[in-house]
């Protein structure tokens, strides 16, 4: 527990005081009696008792210094400092691939708890400039550049979603580069660290990365020239994922459809597999079938003759049970589509100076 001011202890004072108040005794009052043989054994044995005999136990005192006690400790203005962190930089790389959507068992995604932890880092820290970085298959992106504010960067952190692609930490290297130089630069920009010979860990940015059990696997690519923490969010999942669907045209106008599914579990699941025509049937369902699959399983579900006339076509898996008793971590990849080619009539009009080569090139092409 750590006090903000020591002056109230001053007030401390007042408890000897009380405990005095308490030991004067009232002057007592004269009375005439008939005899004092028993009062002088009395007065004998009053005064053979120590100090701490003749102390009065008057509850009322406990209380009143227990009083003076609390008052004390609130005027101190005592606070606890929980897992902080003072001072200087950190960078915090936030996962946002596909995998980071999985529903653990708390009922939030890998994402959510990365973000709830990062906020916590946040929100206990004093003096700390923060810089945010996402990641995902299309590359990093900066959020935030040294910043202060612990509540416009939780605004941010909060703000972050998730992508339905893939990718890896290591994307944001360049990024977390750039960063690190230009904490350096700020902190020395003389490069009077290297004349008194500080080393270049006193200038860097610690790094804080956010991801799971997948991307873990890169963190120890990352190039930081001062700490690196990590911190894995969700547990084991089981999920049953819709990998692509695929089509073939017979020669009386009728589909062979495919539909991919993977079980990326260490349990058996079975589950249902639809398909629907988006345009012509407004989603109606057109084919329905049943599948089991083995933990770690690839098999593709086959329709012959399905009586397809939309354009668009899409396949769904749903009714998902496990034998483990574990529910879908990922409903986000239990759909996929696939979609008719069209060719299209168009004119053009060639406009030259006569150019003959041209002219057979787009002929040609026509």
Same mark, same amino acid.
Request: proline letters at 1%; glycine letters at 8%; charged letters at 25%.
């Given at each position: 527990?750590?006090?903000?001011?020591?002056?109230?202890?001053?007030?401390?004072?007042?408890?000897?005081?009380?405990?005095?108040?308490?030991l004067l005794k009232p002057k007592g009052t004269d009375y005439l009696i008939s005899s004092?043989?028993?009062?002088?054994?009395?007065?004998?044995?009053?005064?053979?008792?120590?100090?701490?005999?003749?102390?009065?136990?008057?509850?009322?005192?406990?209380?009143?210094?227990?009083i003076i006690l609390l008052l004390v400790v609130a005027l101190m203005s005592p606070f606890?400092?929980?897992?902080?962190?003072?001072?200087?930089?950190?960078?915090?790389?936030?996962?946002?691939?596909?995998?980071?959507?999985?529903?653990?068992?708390?009922?939030?995604?890998?994402?959510?708890?990365?973000?709830?932890?990062?906020?916590?880092?946040?929100?206990?820290?004093?003096?700390?400039?923060?810089?945010?970085?996402?990641?995902?298959?299309?590359?990093?992106?900066?959020?935030?550049?040294?910043?202060?504010?612990?509540?416009?960067?939780?605004?941010?952190?909060?703000?972050?979603?998730?992508?339905?692609?893939? !990718? +890896?930490?290591?994307?944001?290297?360049?990024?977390?580069?750039?960063?690190? #130089?230009? /904490? *350096?630069?700020?902190? $020395?920009?003389?490069?009077?660290?290297?004349?008194?010979?500080?080393?270049?860990?006193?200038?860097?940015?610690?790094?804080?990365?956010?991801?799971?059990?997948?991307?873990?696997?890169?963190?120890?690519?990352?190039?930081?020239?001062?700490?690196?923490?990590?911190?894995?969010?969700?547990?084991?999942?089981?999920?049953?994922?819709?990998?692509?669907?695929?089509?073939?045209?017979?020669?009386? !106008? +009728?589909?062979?459809?495919?539909?991919?599914?993977?079980?990326?579990?260490? #349990?058996? /699941? *079975?589950?249902?597999? $639809?398909?629907?025509?988006?345009?012509?049937?407004?989603?109606?369902?057109?084919?329905?079938?049943?599948?089991?699959?083995?933990?770690?399983?690839?098999?593709?579900?086959?329709?012959?003759?399905?009586?397809?006339?939309?354009?668009?076509?899409?396949?769904?898996?749903?009714?998902?049970?496990?034998?483990?008793?574990?529910?879908?971590s990922l409903a986000r990849d239990n759909d996929s589509s696939a979609v008719k080619s069209?060719?299209?009539?168009?004119?053009?009009?060639?406009?030259?100076?006569?150019?003959?080569?041209?002219?057979?090139?787009?002929?040609?092409?026509?």
């Open positions: 527990m750590i006090f903000e001011y020591k002056l109230p202890l001053l007030f401390l004072a007042a408890v000897p005081v009380i405990i005095i108040l308490y004092n043989l028993l009062w002088k054994k009395l007065l004998k044995n009053e005064q053979s008792r120590t100090f701490f005999e003749k102390f009065v136990h008057n509850i009322l005192m406990y209380l009143q210094i227990l606890i400092q929980i897992n902080g962190h003072s001072g200087g930089r950190k960078i915090l790389l936030i996962d946002t691939s596909a995998s980071m959507q999985h529903v653990g068992d708390s009922g939030k995604s890998r994402l959510e708890e990365a973000v709830e932890l990062a906020c916590d880092h946040v929100r206990t820290a004093q003096g700390t400039r923060f810089s945010v970085v996402t990641v995902d298959a299309a590359g990093a992106r900066l959020l935030a550049v040294d910043i202060a504010d612990a509540d416009s960067l939780v605004r941010t952190l909060q703000g972050i979603e998730c992508s339905d692609s893939g !990718g +890896s930490l290591t994307q944001a290297q360049t990024t977390l580069d750039t960063l690190m #130089e230009s /904490a *350096a630069d700020k902190e $020395s920009p003389d490069n009077s660290g290297a004349d008194n010979g500080i080393s270049g860990r006193a200038d860097a940015a610690d790094l804080l990365v956010y991801t799971d059990g997948e991307g873990a696997a890169a963190f120890d690519e990352l190039r930081c020239n001062a700490e690196k923490e990590l911190y894995a969010a969700g547990d084991v999942t089981a999920n049953v994922a819709n990998e692509y669907t695929a089509f073939t045209r017979r020669e009386d !106008g +009728s589909y062979d459809v495919m539909v991919s599914i993977t079980n990326y579990s260490d #349990e058996e /699941a *079975a589950f249902d597999v $639809s398909l629907c025509d988006d345009e012509s049937y407004g989603k109606k369902m057109i084919a329905l079938a049943s599948m089991n699959l083995a933990p770690s399983e690839s098999r593709i579900c086959f329709f012959e003759d399905v009586d397809w006339r939309g354009r668009t076509i899409t396949s769904r898996i749903d009714k998902i049970v496990f034998s483990g008793g574990s529910s879908d069209r060719e299209n009539m168009m004119r053009g009009l060639l406009v030259g100076d006569g150019n003959t080569f041209i002219e057979k090139a787009y002929r040609a092409v026509t």
